[in-house]
């Protein structure tokens, strides 16, 4: 049978599976519009924010050589407190908002901004409980730490109330504010609470204890302390 097919005819003129295959869609991996307006939007606020909490360093460096600041976000893996500073005035947990050029109003525990209200007086205590419980776990001893509320913008602060046991401040008045505070601390008791609060093991979360272990009153392996007790019941 004589072939209708020549080498010469070249491959694109031969039958193959290739050329009968279903065309695949082409799919589109660019965003949506609404999509790439949140990715910008959530960008900017990631910029905003560390610009923010430099500034604050930066205050809170120029604090004086009595004073010992560590950046939480660098030690802890923490994304919410920004510092923690130990110095004569007591233990401070820093938290950094940035609020742009918005005005800020405060009415006790109340903070709004351009029609908002953010609870950022409640996550200000929030990370101060969470630095007390680290810090007092690992010295064995109740470790008061105060928080503090600090804001890295440029738009005004109006205060109708201030809220309870929280310090409230603008980035640029960190040093002022947190040196106002007196003489609470030794200079040794400082460098003691900063050595436990540098070392990463200490925001670590504690190994889980069953709760009959944790409140079992006889020592391991002493079994006559346990029969005593069941006898008695």
Same mark, same amino acid.
């Given at each position: ?18 050329? @009968? ?66 110095? !004569? ?54 470790? !008061? ?25 603008? @980035? ?27 070392? !990463? ?13 944790? @409140?079992?009153? @006889? ?15």
């Amino acid at each position: 049978m004589t072939s209708f097919l020549h080498a010469s005819d070249g491959p694109g003129l031969r039958p193959t599976a290739e050329r @009968y295959a279903p065309v695949k869609p082409v799919i589109d991996s660019r965003p949506s519009p609404l999509e790439w307006i949140r990715s910008r939007r959530a960008d900017r606020e990631t910029r905003r924010a560390e610009i923010a909490h430099q500034r604050a360093a930066q205050r809170l460096e120029a604090l004086g050589h009595n004073w010992r600041v560590l950046d939480l976000q660098a030690t802890a893996g923490s994304d919410r407190m920004s510092f923690l500073a130990v110095g !004569p005035g007591g233990i401070f947990a820093v938290t950094v908002k940035d609020h742009g050029r918005s005005r800020v109003s405060f009415a006790g525990d109340v903070v709004q901004i351009d029609g908002r209200r953010p609870k950022y007086v409640q996550e200000a205590r929030k990370n101060a409980k969470l630095a007390a419980t680290a810090l007092s776990r690992i010295a064995g001893v109740s470790v !008061p730490v105060m928080p503090v509320l600090a804001f890295a913008g440029s738009g005004t602060i109006s205060v109708y109330g201030m809220p309870k046991g929280v310090i409230i401040s603008s @980035y640029q008045e960190l040093g002022r504010v947190l040196n106002s505070r007196g003489q609470r601390l030794a200079p040794g008791t400082v460098e003691k609470i900063y050595a436990l609060a540098a070392d !990463p093991a200490t925001w670590l979360n504690p190994p889980y204890v069953p709760l009959a272990e944790r @409140y079992r009153w @006889y020592p391991e392996g002493d079994s006559s302390t346990a029969d005593k007790t069941r006898k008695a019941g």
